[in-house]
Each structure stands twice: as structure tokens, then as C-alpha cells.
């Protein structure tokens, strides 16, 4: 009924232009609308499209053109997406054209009958950020806060907002015709207004960008609450402050960007990109699953409808990182686009969890569409031979697979455990000789995994030398994880990866390093709580 509603003011909207200083407005759910002003510059839409590519979400997306008299002063994106419980979510990214630096436009959402609020701020205390060796100073911080919006007589609606962004587009292209795209962080500030008068509460935000930047901000506007429990509520404060290089802030139109390491083409130290291994919301989704809220539900959907619209952007099957990596550059004469092994497999089974949940047989056959892609991988020989195994490399191009780069233990150990994830869903022997090809592999290098200290090497070159320093304790849950899926199919657990994890738990204990509650859970149920 409400999408009917939504549809049927788009309707009435469709095509109209605003005329010069007069505001333009977006409709938003119930009898709230977002009204877009300024003083000095006029609104003309030029499109509006309605999309979406799974059913659970509905995208209406504008454009506007800004206009300083007959001078072009900028362009206007908004996007309403449109949760399938009736929330939204809504994105706006300004591009300026004027040299003047101060384009202020301010966006209006009144809500008519509301006239009291209560305001929990999720800038709730400090915390100390630490230089990080590969990322630097990561500047981007939680949203502002919530709002709860409520009038006598009337319903409440829930709102949480954004802080404000500008940045700047980096784009180097390649020979080849590929290109890297990254962003510079110029700015974040949290600046708004709300003011009530005339039965009605009206939220402004301002986004300012000159010559060549985006100005960029987004809020989730529900007409119920978002947060039932307290204790999830304050919980996740805790989560976006303390656990911030995880926890995503800046949500644009095309999805998430989060800080990138300092090794990016083209390079700036405030670079910031659509990182895939934080596109699929991990933590938002694992926490709906667990506390049921509906802020985890909406930030799950709309998860997965930008890791949706990002393959539908980028034209292909699977999902490629967009920008380059120095590193690998260096290494192996990698550039963008190319495949990061272990990011898809996040993402694989993440929207499998997902599909399962919502009902969707696409979502839920992701994982086998990604075991597929890696037995492709397989047939084209795009792989590291070891003894009568293979390895399928972390990060390769898929229009130049002749280059190849190493294989890391972590992400060998998570294709093979989706392989044998794909194999329990369909007991299709195909995915099930591939995972034994990569165990194989694994068994053929034998203890030279492992190091003087006792620690596992991180990598295997194509040459089967290694490098690296092993993640602390990420490859051991791998590690547990494998031995568990063997045996969760009938068949027996290697003796050679027992011992990997003996030496892997040994050095920890050297260290004096506490075990993660994951690792600790698993080694009980697995019977080793000998090795604690």
C-alpha cells in the first residue's frame, strides 16, 4: 500500500521543473518530503528513474540541474531507496561547476504534525585513534546521531543522519584503456538545523561544493522504531566509535567508501574508495540476525542492493576492486580492475545468508555462482601448482590472467571452504574434487608452512617460496574452520593442518596472545581442548 502511495506522488512530480529560486521537492514516506533550496540557485530535474534489482528494495533516483541565473552551477543527485519494510534511506551527492567556493543549498525535510523530538547522539565520547602503517589517519567518523520525531496525537518517526562530506574524484587510466578510481577526502562536518514551529518540525542539512568536488550526505528516515533494545542501541554507538575502520559512515549513492591504504594509484594520503570487503555490511548483518533490530535490517538490504548495483554499474559477473594497488602493481604489474579472492567470498556467502533469510533463490545460489567462477578458474589453468594440487592465486586480472600473483593461506583455506560450502548445498562432486585439489596442495608444501618461531608464513609465491607475516589469529579461524567442514561432510580431517594449528597455538601462547572467543569455541567443539 505504501509503495502504491510512494508512486502515485511520483506521478503527479514526474516532469515538472521548478521555477527559478523556488524549491523542488523529493516525497518521502508518510507526509514528510525533502524540500531543496536555496537563495542564490535554481533546481531543474532532468531525470527520474525508478529501479531495482531485487525485490526487497524499490530505488527512485533524480537528477537535478543547478543553475546560478542562466549559468550552470552544479548538478543534484538524490537517490530514495525504499526498504521492502516501508523505510528509507536516502542518499544526496551535490557536484559543483563554479569556481565560487560556498554553492549552499539546504535540504528540508519537514514533518507536518510533528512538533517535539528527542535527540541521542552517537558522538557519544571519544576515542583515541592510532597512526595505522598502511591506511594513515582514517578522518571519517559515525553519523550524528538519532532522531525521534513525534507529535500529539500522532505516530513517531525515527530518523538518523550523516555527517556531511566533500571530496574530489581521482581517476588514472591505463594503456589498456582500464582505469583506478579513488577519492581525496577534503572535509567531514556534522552541521545541521532543526526547528519546529506551525505543528510542523523541519530537519536542514547544508552541502557546499565548488569547482570539480562532491558534497555528499545520507539519512534513514522509518516510521517505527529502529532500535527495540536499548542495549543494542548503545551497543552499536560503541561499535561505530571504537571498531571505526570497520564500521561505515560515509554511505554514498554508489555505496560505502572507506579509508584506503596509502599504496593506491592514483596516490594521495587521503584516499578513500568503495573497499568490497566493507561494501558487504558484515557486522550490520551478522547483528540482525542475532538482535533482530531494524536498523541492522535496513543497513543489510541496502548492503546487498549496492554490492547489486556496483556489478550492474561495473558490467560483470563478479565483483572487481576498482582502484589499484601499488603493492601489487610493483609485484606483479597488477592494475585495476581485478579479482580479490577473498573479498568475493565474503560477499558470496554473506548474500547466501542473506538469500536464505529473505527468500530470494538468487541471493541464495551466490555462493555456487562463486564456486563456479573459482572451478573457471581451475579449467583455464589459472592457478599455482603444487605437487599434484593447485592454488587459486588471491588477486589476478580477469582480462589479463596470464600474471600471477600468490596464493595466502587465508585465502586459500576460504575458497576451499566455500567449494565444500557449495558442495553441502548441492552434493555436487565437482565442488567437492576442487576443494580436494587445494587440500592436496596444501599437504604437498607440508610443515615448511610453518616458521622458526613457529608462526605460519602469510603467503606461497608461484614458485613456491614464501613470505609474509601471518595475521594474527585469522588464519587459525580459517585453519579450524576447514578441518570442521571436512568433517561436517563425512570425510576425515588432514593431520597436516592439525599440526599447522598446534604450531600456530604454541606460538600465540609464546606470545602471550589471548585466543578470540571464535577461535576458543571452535577448538572445544572440535574436541582440542587440550591445545588451550
Partial sequence: MKRFFLCSLFLVLAGCQSSPKEPVEVPLLEEASMRITSEDYSFVEVKKENSSLLNVYDDIRYEFDVKKGRKEAGS?????????????????????????KEVPIQI????????????????????????????????????????????????????VLSKQYTSIPLQKEY??????DVRELHDEFAEYDLKTEDEQLTLSFPLTASKGELAEGWFMLANEELFAEPKHHESWIHYQIEQYKEANGWLTI???????????????????????????????????FTEKERYFYNLSVNSVADLYEYRKEKDTSIWETEYTSTWLQKAYGLNAPYIDTRHNEFIALYLHKMGEELQIQELTDAQLHYGDYLIEQIAIENVIHAGDGLFISDYFSPYDPSQKTHASLNHI???????????????????????????????????????????????????????????????????????????????????????????KLEYLKSENIQLLDKVTIQLEAQGLEELL
Fill in 254 to 288: 554508489g555505496g560505502p567508501l572507506k579509508k584506503l591504504p596509502w599504496s593506491i594509484e592514483p596516490y594521495t594520503q587521503e584516499g578513500y574508495g568503495r573497499n568490497l570487503g566493507v561494501m558487504v555490511d558484515r557486522e550490520a548483518i551478522d547483528r540482525y
Fill in 175 to 180: 594503456d589498456n584503456g582500464l582505469k583506478s
Fill in 413 to 503: 583455506l576460504g575458497g576451499a571452504n566455500l567449494l565444500l560450502e557449495c558442495y553441502e548445498q548441492t552434493k555436487d562432486e565437482k565442488y567437492l574434487q576442487a576443494a580436494k585439489e587445494i587440500r592436496t596442495a596444501i599437504e604437498y608444501i607440508g610443515e615448511d608452512w610453518i616458521r622458526e618461531t613457529g608462526d605460519l608464513w602469510y603467503q606461497v609465491n608461484p614458485d613456491l617460496t614464501f613470505a609474509g607475516n601471518d595475521y594474527e589469529q585469522l588464519t587459525l579461524v580459517d585453519l579450524l574452520n576447514h578441518q570442521a567442514k571436512w568433517e561436517s561432510i563425512g570425510e576425515t580431517r588432514s593431520a597436516l593442518i592439525d599440526v599447522l594449528i598446534k604450531s
Fill in 76 to 100: 543534484l543527485h538524490v537517490k530514495v531507496r525504499t526498504i521492502d519494510n516501508g523505510d528509507q534511506l536516502v542518499f544526496l551527492q551535490l557536484e559543483g561547476e563554479l569556481e565560487k
Fill in 108 to 159: 528540508h525535510v519537514p514533518f507536518h504534525h510533528m512538533n517535539d523530538y528527542e535527540f541521542t547522539t552517537w558522538d557519544a565520547f571519544e576515542f583515541e585513534r592510532t597512526h595505522d602503517g598502511n591506511t594513515g589517519m582514517d578522518r571519517t567518523t559515525q553519523p550524528i546521531g538519532l532522531f525521534e520525531l513525534s507529535g500529539e496525537g500522532e505516530g513517531a518517526l525515527q530518523l
